[in-house]
């Protein structure tokens, strides 16, 4: 298992311990029977599902993540699953081929990156250069249907340079992130880190986090744009400030505002993408939006 250098988990939970496929296929049943929409498969190390189920047994067939995908995607009805994270080292051709056939699974994927810096990745001990990260998002490119990346980044990890953030904010640039989980490097007592000399001062690492967030909004609002004039799944979850409108979350994890009221709250709303901002993509219903394909409110163009 991977022990990075800033990171306590492996000591607190050093070992890995998989749930039954049954159990977990049981849970999620009993969650879309109570009403549940959308169910998050998480955990630690979930990319590494099933491998402990198998270790030292032979004869014992392998089930992985992704046999855990296909199985609970049978489970009919109106409802999707997200996986929590996934490290990208842990992406295979099967992980991926399963995200694209399982009709369930939002096409949302996040990995971890910490740093797009190949020398501060190293001395975290992350298990992946730069450019193998890039190309396993490059790889899902290719295959599934404009999914959206999201990610963590710590900054101000121990002796990271001026030059070596900015590495990092080229790479998620490069990367095309959705949204950016953005971390000021913090100690935890027993962690190599915690001892790293060259500690970064904390308003170098309060900067590195607003430099970062200000890349985000920008990356996310590039993205946004993407996905104007396509149609949405957007789960409501609350109502807007604004009059009239509701907010909630496209399968892509892309905030969406769309015209709406309370009766629309927990459930599933099809809309289509009209205006992308640095927070949110604003939508119109599907039943409002042009059928002459302009994308825009009928209402507001055609009558
Ligand atoms: S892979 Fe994640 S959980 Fe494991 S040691 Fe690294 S940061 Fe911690």
Redesign the pocket.
């Known amino acids: 298992?991977?022990?990075?250098d800033y990171?306590i988990?492996?000591s607190v939970r050093p070992g890995l311990q998989s749930r039954s496929p049954q159990d977990i296929e049981d849970e999620v049943r009993r969650l879309i029977d109570n009403g549940y929409k959308e169910i998050i498969i998480t955990g630690?190390?979930v990319g590494h599902y099933g491998v402990d189920t198998t270790r030292g047994r032979s004869g014992v067939p392998p089930f992985r993540l992704w046999h855990l995908f296909k199985q609970l995607d049978r489970i009919p009805g109106n409802w999707r699953m997200r996986l929590s994270s996934i490290?990208a080292v842990e992406v295979n051709d099967d992980f991926i081929s399963a995200a694209a056939d399982c009709e369930h699974l939002c096409p949302q994927f996040h990995p971890?990156l910490q740093s797009g810096s190949e020398a501060v990745l190293q001395r975290m001990r992350r298990r992946y250069s730069v450019q193998a990260f890039l190309e396993k998002l490059a790889r899902m490119r290719e295959v599934l249907v404009n999914p959206s990346f999201t990610t963590d980044v710590i900054v101000g990890f121990p002796g990271e340079t001026d030059a070596e953030f900015e590495e990092t904010l080229e790479t998620c640039r490069i990367a095309g992130f959705s949204k950016v989980h953005v971390f000021p490097f913090s100690t935890r007592k027993g962690t190599p880190a915690a001892t790293f000399p060259d500690q970064v001062p904390a308003e170098v690492r309060k900067a590195r986090v607003q430099t970062l967030g200000e890349l985000e909004r920008e990356l996310a609002e590039s993205y946004y744009r993407t996905l104007v004039g396509t149609e949405l799944e957007v789960l409501v979850e609350r109502e807007s400030e604004r009059d009239g409108w509701v907010k909630g979350t496209d399968r892509r994890y892309v905030p969406v505002e769309l015209p709406g009221s309370v009766t629309d709250l927990g459930g599933f709303v099809r809309a289509v993408g009209q205006t992308a901002t640095r927070h949110q993509l604003v939508s119109s219903r599907v039943e409002e939006a042009c059928t002459q394909g302009c994308g825009s409110l009928c209402e507001s163009h055609c009558s």
Not at 1 to 4: G, H
């Open positions: 298992m991977a022990r990075c990171c988990i492996p630690i190390h490290e971890a």
